[in-house]
């Protein structure tokens, strides 16, 4: 009925009426692509124009050309940033990897009350940054947690007090890291594994190949897709880890656990060095890029090849 | 069973018995396995909720991995209502609601523009929609660090310097790219002759979205929903960073907490706090998780 009612009020100006029905998609979507616009692109060319300038405390617009990247690779602090990153990286996604994976390779052995498990290795991903760091900087805390228990068990020599060494603190950040992230790789991975054909793996049982050289041989090799974007996915993490950091050891002690999120936060807001600050974060961006640009690439590469087979 | 099958099988049996234990051995590995990692998972959130229920003076003499001896509510009310962060002694209560006013609208409306967009981006494709839908994405990427300075400024010019609805503007937009991304990649699954039919039938945009796209929805709503809620309850950057004092959320105000124990640590109440901070996203894992986990892998793959 109102349908009807509709379309006879429209008849009358068509044309107008048609045209301008055409266009609501792109209406209703334009704040949206303007925003988006905004939030890609001004920004980021702002937050770069503000890192070839002379700001300090105030966004000014005099131009220093490359100064502040200058100033920011000759800084000691930055280059303990990058070398922990690089450190953080490789055994954070490592072991997220690892951990993860076993999970899900346990998981997927048919097991009892599988969702009960699941649940139990996955409920601190709902949970911040912040409340995992500050709960863990408690378990590290060599006075209340960890050391404190094995200590007043009777081992008085025993001692784990990460977040207060300086050689040592960013392993707490890469241990509580990981047991915040693990149960999302495994659920990455056990997708995976439980896409592989079943006929496949019938198959490779009945010609009396055990689970063990079922997993290795064929369904393993079969999911190295998931195995880069899983890595990829953590190493975006990582490049961004700044929460757990502040959280955890708040870059200390010392400046033994900064991160370049981390500095780009300290650079503007602490000491007024907005400029260097804003090279900091194009750096970030500049990280992200290295590694996402060629993994898109690829996956491109990759559908392409896959269509053209199909 | 029968007496003259027995002979015959009795060496299957053995190799039948070997393989039944060898089953066993390798169950008991496994469950052993995962019990051991589950106690590692479930060991610190079972620290925070038996602190938050111990007198501090026991927690002091014991530490903070004993077992309780006393039961003690007073650290709820205190983290609740009075205990004193970054100078002002209200408890966590109004950075609670902070992040409470924050993230249902913030929710609310980029979920809501998220479907939208979506629904443009995959039945009503226009030349460049593609590219759109790219550029958008580029969102999901982008470190917050980059979008610091512009925000501040922005948020300044705007007048919404430090309020809770700079922090919902933030959040809404830093949100789209997630929610067009969910939402287009579910609707491009729905038929598209389904919208080319109603559109025959004399059908608009509006009707067609609300009598076929929406109805067939709830999945990647809730989905949307739980994603955008646990990430902005959870953010913490741009709170600390846009936001002081008063008007900081949660996370905020954990961290403050946290740093201001100066002498000796209130781990009761501060217990207490991590958990009024973490309970509205564990609810909503326990009682969402199948949509929660969805969103997690589906926002990773992509």
């Excluded at chain 1, 450190?87 to 048919?110: N, P, T």
């Amino acid at each position: 009925m109102s349908t009807a009612t509709y379309s006879t009020a429209v008849a009358g100006s068509t044309s107008f009426a048609e045209k301008l029905k055409k266009w609501v998609p792109i209406f209703v979507i334009a704040p949206s692509i303007l925003a988006s616009f905004i939030y890609v692109f001004v920004f980021a060319g702002w937050t770069f124009y503000i890192s070839l300038s002379d700001s300090t405390l105030l966004p000014t617009y005099g131009f220093r050309g490359l100064e502040n990247y200058i100033s920011l690779w000759n800084n000691r602090r930055w280059g303990v940033a990058y070398s922990n990153l690089f450190f953080f990286s490789f055994f954070y996604v490592f072991a997220a990897m690892a951990v993860g994976l076993l999970l899900a390779l346990l998981i997927d052995q048919k097991i009892r009350a599988e969702s009960f498990w699941r649940t139990m290795y996955m409920y601190p991903l709902a949970v911040s940054f912040i409340v995992t760091g500050t709960v863990w900087q408690w378990l590290y805390n060599p006075t209340a947690g960890i050391q404190f228990l094995v200590n007043s068990l009777g081992w008085t020599d025993f001692e784990f007090a990460l977040t207060t060494d300086r050689k040592n603190a960013i392993w707490a950040i890469i241990i509580t890291g990981v047991w915040q992230s693990a149960g999302f790789t495994m659920a990455l991975f056990l997708a995976g594994l439980r896409s592989v054909d079943g006929d496949i793996i019938k198959a490779a049982s009945i010609d009396g190949a055990s689970t063990f050289r079922i997993y290795r041989k064929v369904i393993l090799p079969s999911i190295t897709p998931i195995f880069l974007a899983v890595a990829v996915v953590q190493l975006q993490a990582a490049i961004k880890t700044f929460d757990l950091a502040v959280a955890l050891t708040n870059s200390g002690p010392g400046i033994s656990t900064t991160f370049p999120a981390t500095y780009v936060y300290d650079l503007m807001f602490q000491r007024g060095e907005i400029g260097e600050g804003a090279a900091a974060a194009m750096m970030i961006l500049a990280a992200l890029a290295v590694v996402l640009v060629p993994y898109s690439l690829y996956l491109t590469w990759r559908r392409r090849k896959e269509s053209g087979r199909g | 069973m029968a007496d003259t099958t027995l002979s015959s099988s009795r060496g299957i049996d053995l190799e039948a018995g070997a393989a039944s234990r060898k089953r066993l051995i390798s169950r008991i590995i496994i469950y052993g396995l995962l019990t051991l990692f589950a106690l590692f998972y479930i060991g610190p959130l079972f620290v925070v909720v038996v602190n938050s229920f111990r007198p501090l003076q026991e927690i002091s003499a014991n530490g903070l991995l004993s077992l309780p001896q006393s039961l003690h509510l007073s650290a709820w009310p205190q983290a609740w209502g009075e205990f004193c962060i970054g100078g002002q002694c209200a408890g966590m209560q109004r950075y609670f609601w902070n992040s409470d006013h924050d993230g249902g609208p913030g929710d609310h409306h980029s979920t809501a523009l998220g479907a939208i967009n979506g629904y443009v981006l995959s039945k009503w494709k226009f030349p460049g929609s593609e590219i759109i839908f790219g550029m958008m994405l580029l969102g999901v990427f982008m470190p917050g660090q980059i979008a610091l300075l512009p925000w501040a400024f922005l948020l300044g010019k705007l007048g919404l310097a430090n309020s809770v609805y700079g922090l919902i503007l933030v959040h809404c937009i830093q949100g789209l790219a997630f929610t067009t991304l969910f939402c287009r990649n579910y609707f491009i699954g729905i038929p598209d002759d389904l919208v080319k039919a109603a559109r025959i039938d004399g059908a608009g945009f509006w009707r067609i979205f609300y009598k076929i796209i929406l109805p067939i929805s709830p999945p990647i709503l809730i989905v949307t929903v739980i994603w955008q809620f646990t990430g902005i309850w959870n953010e913490y950057l741009f709170g600390v960073v846009l936001n002081s004092g008063a008007n900081q959320p949660i996370t905020a105000a954990l961290v403050a907490l946290s740093m201001s124990g100066t002498t000796v640590r209130s781990y009761d109440v501060m217990s207490a706090a991590v958990l009024i901070g973490a309970l509205p996203p564990l609810l909503v894992y326990f009682f969402g998780g199948k949509y929660f986990v969805r969103g997690l892998t589906q926002g990773a793959i992509k």
